[in-house]
Every structure is written in structure tokens, then in C-alpha cells.
């Protein structure tokens, strides 16, 4: 089964056992996004991750298929995807607007979010999957990995049955949940080393963790990134760290490393917000016209006047279905948010009371079905997990708050109320709900193009898809409670005797917080936002020349985010997506010595190489998880510790070594992977 399921062939896809199944995987995948963008602002895509795992386990069932294995995988990505609404809600934690994340209200923002993110894309299947050129990599990868998975079925023998892929998968969780386990838990390996040099009053930093969950992302995102990554690094901690230790004298008491890392925090990551944010806006203006015409088509398609088929291939959800589940999903957006607000001020009553709620729930509505179409666009240009969803949360949250604060200029006292904060609280809760429809717009086209070239039912698909976004936002609030009790976030410890130095970074919520409390509070560092800003009219100039020149690019996003996130971060990235360019030339060097064609030949190395990769993600992941319960059942802060704090320095050296050690194997043994002599590999290479 090479091509397509044909259309008039009509295979079971929306099955109890694929939804059970599907359901298991979410759980798994969206607790580990959750940790992990929590961590390191990052998420990993889990469509590919999840259609291995679907086949390994299916294929003992009796009748499975490709198209009921892509209907888990497809249900599975929505929810992982979903997780992206951490890079906004840990925000009202930190203003002290909430001291917990309530079931409810976080359960309904992710759930209403996230299915007006599948209704709204689907308008644009048609525009933007089957008449459009995008390239989709995620999803052209993820059918790849289907049908090839279908055809080793159509051969299978019990001695076939081992599912290598589950393996690499496994393996590398395994190494990863092991190392996390003897660093985070035991406090036998360090975490991170760093190296600190000054000439003068200048402070450099040289440092990397030990992550392997970030090797795998790094790995995952590959060297052009990983580079730009870099570059951000050195003009942090290169040139604009440096640069203001000089200028800037240090209180009493406090060491160059201290001075250091304070302007880094206070200064310098608002440079890197105002290089992402304005590489975000470069992005949607070279979209724009793209945009437009799938915004257009999508309104002659809820309006009856697009082209219709009857092919079972062609079939997506009724235009009505789409606008009355859309009505009901704003009627109780419009709930969710008079709950919210009327919380937050019980005397806030009248028509200014649901002016407010009106003008945010329309703001959301609207705007996040222009995101939609701009980041569909965008997941099928550069990918899902290139898509610069932080940025969309950076314009966002200022067109929100410039909204708020236009209202507050009419009515004072809104600005007022809870001492200013249920402004703030407000501009944030109201940018979650964007930042959920564009993170599931960004995915769902994905998995839209992966149906596309199996032959899956659209219909169903998206069916799957909502499947999904509920599963994940009932998995979501229990998750992040779990992991705020445990760790706590940056700026926001849930109890005293928490080492802040372990909680959460929650790069992006931290960001986009002190973004809105700046703007509201006037007190926004616009000097260093405005320098990132030139910076990154300038990166956006070299990379069109880069691009001209067809030899290579340079990801503006990607700057910013080495300049905004710590350098044990980016670092550990950069090695990750070093590891991968260093096994792609010697894939390269092996199929000239053996006169193949080194696509072909590096087939099956790669698919290694991103099943431990995410295999390293998710096992780091669910180890994190694990000993956030243990910290939160035991209220100590390193409940399994074998060493005191004077071990800290050998543990560094030791992590170092392992560190480098499971990078050799990872690099082996996705060498190891040799392309079968069969009909299929021949017919690749062919």
C-alpha cells in the first residue's frame, strides 16, 4: 500500500480502540510538553512519535490500518499542541492574580481554544492542503512513516513483530528518564556547567546543560537553527552582557557573576523579545497576501459558495455544523469569561461589566481567526515546530493590553481594580485564547496534509482532532498544578523553602507577563526592546541576503531566542542540532563511498535518529513529572538526594562526562541503522 487509500475504498478509521489508544498517548505526550515548554520554552512535535507507537500497537490487533493508525496519531498531535497554552496561563501565578490553576476555567480555555483552532482551519484544507504547494515537512514526514509502517505490515511475521521503532523510542527514554533521575533526583550528576571569564569589569559566560531532553529538540530542529541559536548566545552573553557589567557598578556585596546575570534578567532578555517580536510581525507581512486569499476562501466555504465534493476524500465537516458549534463555542467563551471577570470584580457591574467581556471574547474570536490562517500558512512553509508561535503571543498580548487600556481611558476605574492587576490578569487570560487557536491552526494542517496523502476522510479527521483538544484540556490543569506545587515558577514559588533556582523558567509566560504589567504600569524597558528591534531589522536583512544567494538562511526567531533564553538552553540546543548535522555528513561521505543516493540511504538513520531523539524528550519529561509528585507528596525540595551540596562541583564534572558519553552512543547507533536490501528500499533509491 504505497499510494493513497483510493477513494471508493472506505477502511474503519474512527475506532474505540484507536480513540482508547489515542487518549493513552495524549496523556503521555501533552504531560511531557507541558514539563518541557515549561522548562525551556520549547514543545516537540508528537505527530511522528505517536504514529510509531500507533503501529506497534495496533498491528496485534486484527483488520488495523494506515488510516486508523493516522487517525491516532492525528488525535494524539492536537493535544501535545495544545500544551502550548502554557507559554501564556503561569502568567496570572505570577502577577499573584491566582495562586492555582482552577480545573475549570483552565480546562474550558484549552478546550474552547483549541477546537475554534480545528473549526476554523477547516476552510483552509482545501486552499492551503490540496491546491497548495506548501511543503508541510511534519506532515509529508508523518505519512511518509505510515505507509512504510503499512507496507512492513503486509510482510509481518512474528520475528517482525519486535517494533524497532517502539524500541528507539523506549531506549532513549530510557537513557534520558535515567540521567534526569541521577541529576534532578539523586544529585549524583550536575545539571549544567559553566565556565566564567572578565576582562576588567566584563563579565563572559560560557556555560551548557545536560539536558538530553534539549539534544533531542536541538536535534529535532536542525543546524540552521541550532546556529541561529548560537549566534543569539554570543550576542548575549558575548557583547550586550558584557557591555553593561562595564557601565553598571555593582550593589554592595554583590559579584560580577550576580551583576551578570541580574542584567541579563532585567535588560537583556527584553532585547531578545524585541528581536522576536519584530521577526513575528516580518513574518505575517510576508504572508499577508497568502492569508488573504485563505481568509477569503474560507468565508465563500462556511457561506455555501466553495467548491463541494462528494468524494470521500474531499469530505469535511457541513459548513452549518462548523458555524453552530462555533456560536455555541463563543456563547460559552462569553461564560467563561463573565466567570473570570466577575471573580475578579464583583463590583464591576452594568454595561461596563459586559462591554469588557464583549470586547475581549469578539478580540479573541476575530483576531485568532486571522492567526489561524497565518500560522496554517506558516506550518506549511517552515513546519510546525519553526512556526513562531511565541511571537503571535508577543503581538497578541500588546494589542490586547493597547485594547484594555484604550477602555480603561474611558472608565478609570478599571484600571484600578485589585491594585491593577485585573487588567493585567485580563490581557493575559485574553491572549491564552489566541495563543491556543494559533497553536492548534499551526498543527492541524499538518496532520490535515498527512490524511491528504494516505487518503483519510477529512471529516473524521477533524472529528479526531476536537477528540483531542478535549482529552488535552482535561489533562493540562492537573498537570500544571502538579508541576507549580512542586517547583513553582520563575517570579512565583508556591510556598516558602522552594530553592528558586529549580523552579520552572516558563521562558515565554514570563515574557509575555512582564510585557502586559509593563504596558499597564508603564514601566515596559521600550530602550531595550526598541535595540532588539533594530537588531532584528538587521538579521532579517542578512537573512534575505542569505536566502538570495540560495546557500543558506538565518531564522530571526531563532536569534531571539538564544539571546532571551538562559545559555544552558540554548547551548544544549545548539550540541543537539550540531549532533544531527554531524551524522547527516557522515550519512553523506557513507552513500558516495557506496554510490547511493544519500537520501535514500540516510532513510532510515534519520527516522532513528527522530524516534530516540524524541524518545530522549519524552523520557526527561516524564521523570520530571514523576519527581515533581515525589517533591509535592514529601514538601522537600530534593526528596531522593544521596550527596550534600559540597558533591555539587564533582556532580558538574560527572554530568559533563555522561553527557558526552550518551551523545557517542546516540550518534552510533543512529549510524548503525543500514537501509534493508528489499523492493521498497530499492524502489527508493530508484
Known amino acids: 500500500m504505497t499510494d493513497r487509500v483510493p477513494d471508493h475504498l472506505d477502511l474503519p478509521e474512527l475506532t474505540l480502540r484507536g480513540l482508547i489508544l489515542g487518549a493513552v498517548i495524549t496523556l503521555v505526550f501533552t504531560a511531557s510538553n507541558v514539563y518541557l515548554g515549561l522548562k525551556v520554552g520549547l514543545t516537540f512535535a508528537s505527530s511522528i512519535p505517536a504514529a510509531v507507537i500507533s503501529m506497534a500497537v495496533l498491528r496485534y490487533f486484527k483488520g488495523s490500518n494506515i488510516l486508523e493508525n493516522n487517525m491516532v496519531q492525528t488525535q494524539a498531535s492536537a493535544a501535545g499542541t495544545l500544551s502550548s497554552i502554557i507559554f501564556i496561563l503561569p502568567g496570572l501565578l505570577m502577577i499573584g492574580y491566582w495562586s492555582g490553576f482552577p480545573f475549570w476555567q483552565t480546562a474550558m480555555i484549552c478546550a474552547i481554544g483549541g477546537i475554534l483552532g480545528v473549526l476554523y482551519t477547516i476552510p483552509l484544507r482545501r486552499v492551503m492542503v490540496v491546491q497548495s504547494d506548501l511543503p508541510y515537512p511534519e506532515g509529508v514526514a ?35 528518564a535515567a540521567f534526569s533521575l541521577c541529576s534532578s533526583g539523586f544529585k549524583l550528576l550536575g545539571e549544567s556547567i559553566s565556565l566564567w571569564l572578565g576582562a576588567g569589569q566584563a563579565a563572559f559566560r560560557f556555560s551548557t546543560g545536560f539536558s538530553f531532553a534539549l539534544v533531542g529538540a536541538g536535534y529535532l530542529m536542525g543546524i540552521t537553527a541550532g ?77 455555501g459558495k466553495g467548491e463541494l465534493s462528494d468524494q ?9 455544523a462548523i458555524l453552530l458549534l462555533a456560536g455555541l463555542l463563543l456563547l460559552a467563551l462569553l461564560a467563561v469569561f463573565a466567570g473570570f471577570l466577575r471573580e475578579a470584580a464583583p463590583n464591576l457591574a452594568g454595561v461596563h461589566f459586559w462591554s469588557l467581556v464583549a470586547v475581549c471574547v469578539f478580540f479573541a474570536f476575530i483576531f485568532g481567526f486571522l ?26 498580548v500588546i494589542l490586547v493590553s493597547l485594547l484594555i487600556l484604550g477602555m480603561g481611558s474611558l472608565e478609570p476605574e478599571l484600571l484600578a481594580l485589585g491594585g491593577g492587576k485585573v487588567a493585567i490578569a485580563l490581557a493575559l487570560f485574553t491572549t491564552s485564547v489566541v495563543l491556543a487557536i494559533a497553536a492548534i491552526s499551526n498543527d492541524n494542517l ?34 500544571l498544578e502538579l508541576l507549580y506545587q512542586a517547583y513553582g515558577f520563575a517570579g512565583a514559588l508556591p510556598r516558602e523553602g522552594l530553592d528558586p533556582q529549580q523552579a520552572l523558567a516558563a521562558p515565554q509566560a514570563t515574557l509575555l507577563t512582564a510585557i502586559a504589567s509593563g504596558i499597564f504600569r508603564n514601566s515596559l524597558n521600550w530602550n531595550m526592546i526598541l535595540i532588539g528591534v533594530a537588531l532584528g531589522v538587521a538579521l532579517i ?146
Not at 143 to 170: F, K, N, W
Not at 652 to 678: D, K
Open 142 to 176: 508523518a505519512a511518509e512513516i505510515l505507509r512504510v509502517g503499512s507496507e512492513d505490515d503486509e510482510h509481518d511475521t512474528p520475528a517482525s513483530r519486535s517494533g524497532p521503532g517502539l524500541r528507539d523510542i523506549l531506549g532513549g527514554g530510557l537513557v534520558a
Open 227 to 303: 546556529i541561529a541559536i548560537l549566534i543569539g548566545v554570543v550576542i548575549c552573553w558575548g557583547v550586550a552582557v558584557p557591555l553593561l557589567t562595564v557601565n553598571t557598578a555593582p550593589v554592595d556585596g554583590q559579584s560580577i557573576r550576580e551583576l551578570a546575570t541580574q542584567l541579563w534578567s532585567s535588560q537583556v532578555r527584553f532585547l531578545g523579545a524585541g528581536t522576536i517580536g519584530i521577526a513575528a510581525l516580518w513574518t505575517l507581512a510576508t504572508l499577508f497576501k497568502p492569508m488573504a486569499q485563505g481568509v477569503w476562501h474560507s468565508l465563500r466555504a462556511v457561506s
Open 312 to 320: 470521500r476524500t474531499e469530505r469535511d465537516m457541513p459548513a452549518r
Open 371 to 396: 492567526i489561524a490562517a497565518a500560522c496554517g500558512y506558516m506550518a506549511g512553509l517552515v513546519g510546525s515546530s519553526s512556526s513562531p508561535i511565541s511571537g503571535i503571543g508577543i503581538i497578541a
Open 446 to 479: 499538518q496532520d490535515l496534509k498527512t490524511g491528504y496523502l494516505v487518503g483519510a476522510t477529512p471529516w473524521r479527521q477533524q472529528v479526531a482532532l476536537i477528540v483531542g483538544c478535549l482529552v488535552g484540556a482535561l489533562v493540562i490543569p492537573p498537570v
Open 541 to 686: 536583512l542578512v537573512d534575505l541576503i542569505l536566502r538570495r544567494s540560495g546557500k543558506a538562511s538565518l531564522p530571526v526567531l531563532a536569534v531571539g531566542l538564544g539571546i532571551y533564553l538562559p545559555p544552558t538552553i540554548g547551548m544544549t540546543l545548539t550540541i543537539g542540532a550540531a549532533l544531527g548535522w554531524l551524522i547527516d555528513r557522515r550519512l553523506a561521505k557513507r552513500a558516495a563511498a557506496a554510490g547511493q543516493d544519500p537520501e535514500a540511504f540516510a532513510e532510515l538513520p534519520r527516522r532513528r535518529g527522530v524516534l530516540l531523539a524524541s524518545g530522549l524528550i519524552v523520557g526527561e519529561s516524564l521523570m520530571g513529572i514523576l519527581l515533581a509528585g515525589l517533591i509535592g507528596a514529601s514538601g522537600q525540595n530534593a526528596p531522593l538526594a544521596l550527596v550534600g551540596a559540597d558533591f555539587a562541583e564533582t556532580a558538574e564534572w560527572l554530568g559533563l562526562i555522561v553527557f558526552v558519553l550518551v551523545c557517542v552512543a546516540f550518534y552510533r547507533r543512529v549510524l548503525g541503522a543500514r537501509a534493508p536490501q528489499s523492493p521498497v528500499a530499492t524502489r527508493r533509491m530508484g
